[in-house]
């Protein structure tokens, strides 16, 4: 196997209980390197209790994994020395300046001295924090504190990210400018670990999700392929008039009297799964009966959907994310 098809994260079953309580129960995880792989999940999920074990704050009662080609069991030093952890709660001293936060994460990765402050100048820009170098994080917003906090996880150069609800919180402003940087880091080969409340971040930044429910996967794919799983899928078809509608309801076998019917708009509703192949056997049947089709709209569900679907229930966060 070459170092390009090695996964940056690997698990088989990992497990954790406390007492009585299975927090895991078994997970699997493949993620390869420099992408965005999403653990979904309700809270109480297991979300924390994997991002833990794989950075090595906690051990599993069960299982192997490796992370940037180090095991956990055998080389959790070499798994510390690969990895960045942003968690839940800011790890940012109040009491030090931003730029006196990142020379502390220099000194922690045993940066030499004129190293760690050119590491810190460096990030201090990228972030658009120069401006607030000297200042305390309490005069910061939310924002810059998410910012100071992530750039203190990158002084080391890390492989791995693991970013535990990096945006809760957050502002939409914010939390887009967070979007970017992760975009960033994983163009520059960076591979990211992320956990989160909202569905839309999920949909918008990660290459494959999983999705956690009481301790077990109960699914994995690209976002398309969940939310192809989940019922509700359409076309909405729009014709020129309403002879044509009614034939491509025989062609369909639909009936036009139904909810598949929209005469104020002249449209049917198709019920399909969005794939390329369902849509082409729509329309190579409206082409065999001569039906012209003015428009057509593909409507798929959406990552709340399929979360419904899977766990039973919503997440606690809202769906007002920026689009």
């Given at each position: 196997m070459t170092n390009a098809a090695i996964p940056a994260i690997?698990?088989?079953?990992?497990?954790?209980?406390?007492?009585?309580?299975?927090?895991?129960?078994?997970?699997?995880?493949?993620?390869p390197a420099g992408t965005v792989f999403s653990l979904l999940g309700p809270n109480g999920a297991g979300k924390t209790t994997t991002v833990n074990i794989l950075s090595t704050l906690i051990g599993p009662d069960a299982g192997t994994a490796s992370v940037a080609g180090?095991?956990?069991?055998?080389?959790?030093?070499?798994?510390?020395?690969?990895?960045?952890?942003?968690?839940?709660?800011?790890?940012?001293?109040?009491?030090?300046?931003?730029?006196?936060?990142l020379f502390l994460m220099a000194d922690l990765n045993h940066l030499p001295r004129r190293a760690g402050r050119r590491r810190a100048a460096e990030l201090l820009e990228?972030?658009?924090?120069?401006?607030?170098?000297?200042?305390?994080?309490?005069t910061f917003s939310?924002?810059?504190?998410?910012?100071?906090?992530?750039?203190m996880t990158l002084v080391g150069d890390p492989k791995v990210i693991f970013l535990d609800e990096p945006t809760?919180?957050?502002d939409p402003r914010s939390r887009r400018t967070m979007w970017d940087i992760i975009r960033d880091l994983v163009a520059s080969g960076v591979t990211?670990?992320?956990?989160?409340?909202?569905?839309?971040e999920a949909d918008q930044l990660a290459d494959r999700i999983a999705v956690l429910d009481e301790g077990r996967l109960v699914a994995q794919g690209t976002p398309d392929e969940l939310k192809r799983r989940v019922p509700g899928g359409h076309l909405r078809l729009r014709f020129p008039d309403a002879v044509s509608v009614q034939r491509a309801g025989v062609a369909l076998r639909l009936s036009t009297s139904d909810e598949h019917n929209d005469d104020e708009n002249l449209a049917l509703r198709v019920p399909t799964d969005g794939t390329?192949?369902?849509?082409?056997?729509?329309?190579?049947?409206?082409?065999?009966?001569?039906?012209?089709?003015?428009?057509?709209?593909?409507?798929?569900p959406d990552l709340d959907d399929?979360?419904?679907s899977l766990t039973g229930h919503r997440t606690g966060a809202t769906k007002e994310l920026v689009r």
């Open positions: 690997s698990a088989t079953g990992l497990r954790k209980s406390y007492g009585d309580k299975v927090v895991l129960a078994g997970i699997d995880l493949n993620v180090h095991d956990l069991a055998t080389d959790p030093d070499g798994i510390r020395s690969a990895i960045g952890l942003t968690g839940q709660f800011s790890a940012v001293d109040s009491l030090l300046t931003g730029e006196e936060n990228r972030f658009d924090l120069t401006d607030a170098a000297k200042l305390v994080p309490s939310g924002g810059m504190r998410r910012k100071l906090d992530l750039a809760t919180g957050l990211i670990f992320l956990t989160t409340q909202y569905l839309e390329v192949t369902a849509l082409r056997e729509v329309l190579d049947r409206l082409d065999a009966e001569s039906v012209a089709v003015d428009s057509l709209t593909v409507h798929t399929v979360f419904l």
